[in-house]
């Protein structure tokens, strides 16, 4: 019973949002819907995306509100980004809405995650300009809380502004989930930010936007082995030494023995010269020829 | 090359152990919780027990064996006295808290077996002291009565037991040791209230304090009535604002009072009036009164003047009059007197002699006899805080003595090797071996085997060992200011290391130590000289040290330039010169710290903002900016340990080649931070929960963006956690519940963005990103492995061997529970071992995987020693790549020399140069004559 009741202030506060975001036209949120669960493909500002069928798109998000309104929508959440430049107060700048998923044992979790970006005022825009002359920091913050923010605190993320530009601006958000807390956000650049920054003004004052969930992996189990599963297997590995090949084996014994073969043959061959020497130089040749054939040449 | 050193710590009891039966024995108890026999004519340690850190000694006696009290009262032991065995062990139960008190009485004896009393927990027990059979129990907690004192009545089988309920009623029982029966009880309230220590005058009479802590209050409780008598301070003479206390002692009728800086000796005249015999400064340090020959008592007072120390021994009541006077000189290193003991012996001229064992201001204990100190012990090393190295001084030029010695040394190892040498001669060469002056020399050696270890302890003494033969080369007592009274030192950093220019300096350290014990308290720096000992300087700062960060910068003087971080999260420059902080500037916007907030489960990071702003101009402070938090839930996560790595960490190379003839980039970041959490359910002790409500989770943070690198949870498993994050791998050793087993897990980061370098030709044309400087910004493109395997021991401390340039292999140090270090080959914790590694990875050196991790008895470097009370362990490179210097410490000290992959480098000490020299000699001479036959015989045949 207990948990109804903020449930029904959730809708009730999520019905008034609507109603705010109906009569203010200045957020304009064109959500892309893509299912994905890691990834929410994001376009911050109307120009970006499809700039030239926008009466389309609205309409879209108006269905979804409305699908969103017809559903279970309370096991919707929103919370927003805010962002700061420099060392300046932290001011609203995007909103993450998501579903909470609620488990069989309890548990509650968040999928489908979306992201909308306010877009940059001109006052903004010279901030953030400011920051990449300064190569000071952007920073951006999260509830710890998703369901009741702030939580305890909020958490912060900064990235030093000049990593940002590339296009547009590219952002990307890997938000660490523990249930409905965020752990931490892991806010920067979508690709690699290499030092020394260089000063580079975006060419779309637009931001790019990518977003990923994550959650704690499971660690490996220790392997866990019956005993004689590895008495087999340290058998097993004994029993079959591989056979290596006649050559490999002797091959050390079988060069010096050619050797001492060829020498013989060469010697008979050159017996009938060296006749006028005595016969038994025969037996004496062999174990000089183990000396190698140069130094049986020498002698000669 | 190795060496054992066995100590005990800060004495805290002492009990005298004088039967004729054997030799003369003192057996003592200390605050690191060792119970210890000493041999009185050396100071040498007979026995030693170590209890666990949780198993404090409460009290100590001898009754037919050493009895101990520990555990707040609750562990009563017996310990064979010739030998240290245990006797018996006896745990007594009670509901309540209270002053834990162990009473032997002297003559309460049915049999042999004489009767043992404690105090604890609320009950009174008596004991037998055969086998520790609890003969009967008395709850006085039931009553609310709180323990003071029990006192035996002289010569009968009579005990009072006193005590307070609440803080006025005060009662007083009348017990019959023999089998607890109570004889009487009389109880009377005090309007004043009782506060503090009781001191025993009489058997019949103490003194207390009432909660104004301005009168004195003697309570006496004769013939059945209780009756109280107030006595104000101010009567006495004696100024009583400020801090008032009686301390315990067991004089008999005279007592202690410590009143701000001085003590005052009140005695208790016949007319039951009190009288201040002697005032004296707070320095001033009085035994315990001992009983010597016909009920004789006799107590020593020992009183500083100047750098020599008066101890006098006086008979019981009567202050002018002296036993023994004597003045020793004391090193003032020593610092005070913090503790006197005395015992007494007959003379050879049957008359009585005494003699005093010092427990002073570092620790340290001394025997005291004939106005000489016979023998004193360095306790202070038991309680070592933290350790750094020193090199040792540069030889100087010329041929000194040791080299000649050398020499000769060389040729009789030859004639040994030839079996030429006659036994005396071997003998000759094993004495120098075993002496090894070489070992111990006070300069550097070319291979780096011999430095200093500085030792930073907790009695605010450093001492500089030697790691040849791990003697004391200097001690230092750090310098109390006047600023200052309860000091607390924590750090040793290297402050100066001169190496590549400003030679003729020698290198220093800075210690950092606090004023109090909260983390908000004003911190002190000292800097002392390694060669000499000195304190150069030390600064009483107005600012706290919460951290201190050792930069990778030094200036010209090789100062290392050190930031503290105070708890208003602003930092401070060190060495304050105009040096210092132009070097700072340039690297200003690239400093970044994390701090890790263990109790709040916050992790934040840091960067510089900007000069500090308040009324005084501090061009040395700077205040900064978090830049990225990281926030545990409370309900589920609790960090239990933060594990980094060695700065001073060298990695020999990036790459890492496998059996596929395939490169794996290893992710090396300085920056790298483990972190394990636990569910605050199963943070408690193993056992506190089920497997199914406790985890671990443990994290890898790049700590520049608090990125997550790695997390990853491990279900059923809880701490302790210890850690050891090395290279591109973290260690770690935990419990668990399910398996009932301790596991360790090994998890290696690779670094995937380097991975396409693999194309010689990209190499040869420079298109690769090998050399582009890694920025922490760029998204990391990273892969994990880890692998889990069993392992049989607890684990105190785990360390991993460090050497000069990395190249050898690592092996883990690991301080199991049996208090002895193993070493394990990091190839055993490799997540690449598989259940049937092919040939290619065999020849890698791949061992097949196995569920535990071998324990291989001869892999023990401290052999078959023990480093009692082990805490940490230290590796230090040494020059000579294949070798590392290992450290540990805690009770005991131990030093060795390992070389994981064998000492590849270099000949062993037992290689003989001459022999080699002369095998040279002989192999030239024999060619020689060889070739000269041999020209001879071509002669002859030239000539047939």
């Keep these: 019973m207990k948990k109804k009741l903020p449930l029904f202030a959730l809708f009730l506060f999520f019905f008034s949002l609507l109603l705010f975001c109906h009569s203010s036209l200045a957020f304009e949120s064109d959500e892309l819907l893509v299912d994905d669960e890691e990834f929410g493909l994001e376009g911050g500002s109307k120009p970006q995306i499809k700039p030239h069928e926008p009466a389309p798109t609205r309409s879209t998000t108006t269905t979804t509100r409305r699908k969103v309104s017809d559903q279970d929508s309370d096991s919707k959440i929103q919370f927003s980004l805010e962002h700061a430049f420099g060392d300046s107060d932290f001011v609203p700048a995007g909103t993450f809405s998501a579903r909470l998923k609620t488990s069989s044992h309890g548990g509650q979790t968040l999928t489908k995650l979306r992201f909308s970006r306010n877009a940059f005022t001109g006052e903004d825009k010279e901030k953030f300009e400011k920051l990449l002359q300064d190569d000071d920091f952007y920073r951006i913050r999260l509830p710890s809380n998703t369901v009741s923010p702030p939580g305890r605190d909020y958490i912060i993320s900064s990235v030093k502004a000049r990593c940002l530009p590339r296009e547009g601006l590219d952002e990307h958000f890997v938000i660490h989930m523990e249930g409905v807390n965020i752990l931490a956000v892991n806010y920067g650049a979508f690709g690699a930010c290499s030092y020394p920054r260089q000063l580079k003004l975006p060419h779309k004052w637009s931001f790019n936007s990518h977003t990923v969930l994550k959650n704690s992996e499971q660690a490996p189990r220790a392997p866990i082995f019956a005993e004689e599963v590895l008495g087999e297997n340290g058998e097993g590995e004994i029993i079959p030494p591989p056979e290596r090949s006649f050559w490999a084996k002797y091959w050390m014994y079988l060069i010096p023995l050619g050797l001492i073969v060829i020498n013989a043959v060469t010697q008979a061959m050159n017996m009938p010269e060296e006749g006028v020497q005595g016969g038994g130089q025969t037996q004496q040749s062999a174990a000089a020829i183990q000396r190698g054939p140069g130094s049986a040449v020498r002698r000669r | ?944």
Aim: aromatic share 8%; net charge negative; charged share 20%.
């Design chain 2, 1 to 944: 090359m190795d060496w054992h050193q066995q100590y005990i710590g800060k004495v805290k009891h002492a009990v005298f152990h004088t039967q004729k039966t054997g030799r003369k024995r003192v057996v003592v108890s200390t605050e690191e919780n060792v119970i210890a026999s000493l041999d009185l004519r050396h100071g040498e340690i007979f026995w030693r027990h170590v209890l666990g850190i949780n198993d404090v000694v409460d009290g100590i006696d001898i009754a037919l064996d050493v009895i101990t009290l520990s555990s707040d009262g609750s562990t009563l032991r017996a310990w064979n006295l010739p030998d240290g065995q245990m006797v018996w062990e006896s745990f007594l139960r009670g509901s309540k808290h209270s002053k834990p008190l162990l009473l032997v009485p002297t003559n309460l004896k049915v049999d042999k077996d004489s009767l043992i009393l404690v105090s604890s927990k609320g009950c009174l027990h008596a004991v037998s002291s055969i086998d520790g059979e609890i003969l009967w129990t008395r709850d006085f907690a039931a009553e609310s009565v709180e323990v003071q004192q029990v006192i035996q009545l002289d010569e009968s089988d009579q005990i009072y037991v006193v005590g307070y309920a609440g803080s006025s009623q005060f009662h007083a029982y009348q017990i019959n040791a023999m089998n607890g029966e109570l004889l009487n009880h009389e109880t009377a309230a005090f309007s004043g209230g009782f506060v503090g220590d009781v001191a025993l005058v009489s058997s019949d009479t103490l003194v207390t304090l009432d909660t104004t802590r301005s009168i004195l209050v003697t309570v006496s409780f004769k013939n059945r009535k209780i009756a109280f008598q107030e006595t104000h301070l101010s009567n006495l003479g004696e100024d009583s604002s400020g801090m008032v206390e009686i301390l315990p002692s067991s004089l008999t009728g005279m007592f202690t009072v410590k009143i701000n800086n001085y003590k005052l000796f009140i005695r208790l005249t016949s007319e039951d009036k009190l009288e201040v015999v002697h005032k004296v400064d707070h320095e001033t340090v009085v035994s315990d009164a001992l009983v010597f020959s016909e009920g004789k008592e006799a107590f020593a007072v020992v009183e500083h003047g100047g750098s020599k120390v008066d101890i006098t021994v006086k008979p019981g009541q009567d202050w002018n009059n002296n036993l023994v006077q004597e003045s020793i000189e004391m090193d003032h290193q020593r610092g005070l007197v913090h503790k006197v003991f005395i015992n007494n012996y007959l003379r050879t001229d049957r008359s009585h002699g005494f003699r005093a064992l010092i427990v002073m201001e570092d620790h340290s204990l001394l025997l005291v006899q004939q106005g000489k100190i016979v023998w004193n012990r360095e306790d202070a090393l038991a309680s070592i805080i933290d350790v750094t190295t020193s090199e040792l001084p540069v030889e100087k030029e010329g041929v000194s003595v040791a080299k000649v010695e050398h020499s000769l040394f060389e040729w009789l190892k030859l004639k040994g090797t030839l079996m030429l040498a006659s036994p005396e001669d071997v003998a000759a060469i094993q004495a120098i071996r075993l002496k090894s002056s070489e070992k111990s020399k006070m300069t550097r050696d070319h291979n780096g085997f011999r430095k200093l270890l500085i030792v930073l302890t907790k009695a605010r003494k450093i001492f500089a060992l030697h790691s040849g033969d791990g003697r004391v080369v200097w001690s230092l007592l750090l310098h109390k200011s006047e600023a200052c009274d309860s000091p607390t030192e924590l750090n040793l950093y290297q402050w100066q290391t001169p190496h590549h220019h400003a030679m003729d300096e020698n290198p220093s350290v800075l210690v950092v130590g606090r004023c109090g014990v909260s983390s908000k308290a004003p911190a002190i720096l000292s800097f002392v000289d390694t060669y000499t000992g000195k304190e150069l300087n030390s600064f009483d700062l107005v600012h706290s040290a919460v951290q201190v960060m050792p930069l990778p910068f030094t200036d010209s003087t090789e100062q290392r330039l050190h930031l503290l971080v105070d708890d208003d999260r602003r930092i401070h420059l060190y060495p304050k010169t105009s040096e210092a902080i132009s070097i700072f500037q340039q690297e200003f916007s690239n400093i970044y710290w994390y701090s890790v907030e263990a109790d709040n489960g916050i992790i934040k990071g840091h960067a510089v903002k900007s000069k500090c702003a308040g009324e005084v101009l501090d061009d040395f402070c700077f205040e900064t900016r978090v830049l990225w938090s990281i926030i545990f839930p409370m309900e589920s996560e609790k960090i239990i340990a933060a594990v980094s790595r060695k700065q001073n960490e060298v990695v020999h190379t990036q790459a890492k080649v496998t059996s596929e003839q395939d490169v794996m980039y290893k992710y090396i970041s300085k920056n790298l931070l483990f972190v394990a959490t636990v569910a605050p359910k199963a943070s408690g002790h193993i056992g506190s929960a089920d497997p199914d409500e406790a985890w671990l989770v443990v994290y890898l943070i790049d700590t520049i963006t608090g990125r997550i690198l790695h997390r990853m949870t491990h279900h059923g498993a809880q701490g302790p956690v210890h850690a050891v994050l090395s290279e591109n791998w973290v260690v770690y050793h935990y419990f668990n519940l399910r398996a009932h087993r301790y596991e360790m897990s090994v998890t290696e980061i690779y670094d995937q963005s380097r991975a396409e370098n693999k194309d010689v030709l990209k190499l040869v044309l420079g298109k690769h990103n090998l050399t582009a400087p890694v920025s922490s910004y760029s998204r990391p493109e990273i892969t994990t492995k880890s692998q889990t395997y069993f392992f049989t021991h607890s684990v105190k401390a785990v360390a991993v061997t460090s050497t000069a340039k990395g190249i050898t292999s690592k092996q883990l140090l690991i301080g199991t529970i049996g208090d002895q270090v193993l070493a394990l080959d990091k190839r055993f914790l490799d997540p690449r071992r598989s259940i049937n590694p092919t040939q290619a990875e065999k020849e890698e050196g791949i061992i097949p995987l196995a569920d535990s991790l071998p324990i291989i008895p001869q892999s023990y470097v401290t052999h078959s020693l023990k480093v009692e009370g082990l805490r940490g362990i230290l590796t230090v490179p040494a020059k000579l790549e294949s070798t590392t210097l290992v450290f540990a410490y805690g009770v005991d000290l131990f030093y060795t020399r390992l070389a994981p992959s064998r000492t590849y480098d270099s000949l062993t000490e037992d290689f003989s140069y001459a022999l080699l020299l002369l095998t040279i000699v002989a192999l030239v001479a024999a060619i020689f004559v060889t070739w000269v036959l041999s020209e001879k015989k071509e002669l002859r045949e030239k000539w047939r």
